[in-house]
């Protein structure tokens, strides 16, 4: 019997030492060099260093000089301990009055606008930080309204910030929301 264990207990300090600490520093060594702020959270810092969020999980932004997020089913809205969707299916009665308020909420605000289907559809993390470029845009008379600026001027630090698809191909084009709004307070705080 002490033939087997030896081989048995030597195979898993070897495994434990190779796949339960030189690989995970390994690749945590690689990803620091590599890509050190999404190795770190991707956390967005004001002037004094303080963290205010991080461009990977949205936020709750709800003031009308800011662009707002698409909605969100996590808890009580971007809670990412309780990150979910809704879990609704589309024939659920709250979930299509849920919509169309929101979709009548919003074509008050911009009357004739066609709205995109992220303005009033959750993601599946419910923490999604990223808009459409259409639903920014969309958003962009009501946040020039609110900060004192033309709607060209918030049109103009929208589509500074919209990111591609990746490789070309991959997804689709977004704007984070805590990026352009964080530019937007740079250029007219207040």
Known sequence: MLSHLRPALVSMGLFTVLLGLAYPLTLTGVAQAAVPEQANGSLLRDAKGTVIGSALIGQPFTADRYLHPRPSAAGSGYDASASSGSNMGPMNEALAERIKSEADALRAESPG??????????????????????????????????????????????????????????????????????????????
């Not at 066609?114 to 639903?135: E, F, H, K």
């Not at 946040?143 to 630090?157: D, M, N, P």
């Not at 919209?162 to 207040?190: E, H, K, S, Y």
């Open 113 to 190: 606008a066609v709205i995109p289907a992220d303005a009033v559809t959750t993601s599946g993390s419910g923490l999604d930080p990223d808009i459409s470029p259409a639903y920014a845009h969309l958003q962009a008379a009501r946040v020039a309204k609110a900060r004192g600026l033309t709607t060209a001027q918030v049109e103009a630090v929208v589509d500074a910030h919209i990111q591609g698809r990746l490789l070309g191909f991959i997804g689709q084009p977004r704007v984070n929301v805590l990026r352009v709004n964080r530019a937007l307070d740079a250029q007219a705080p207040g």
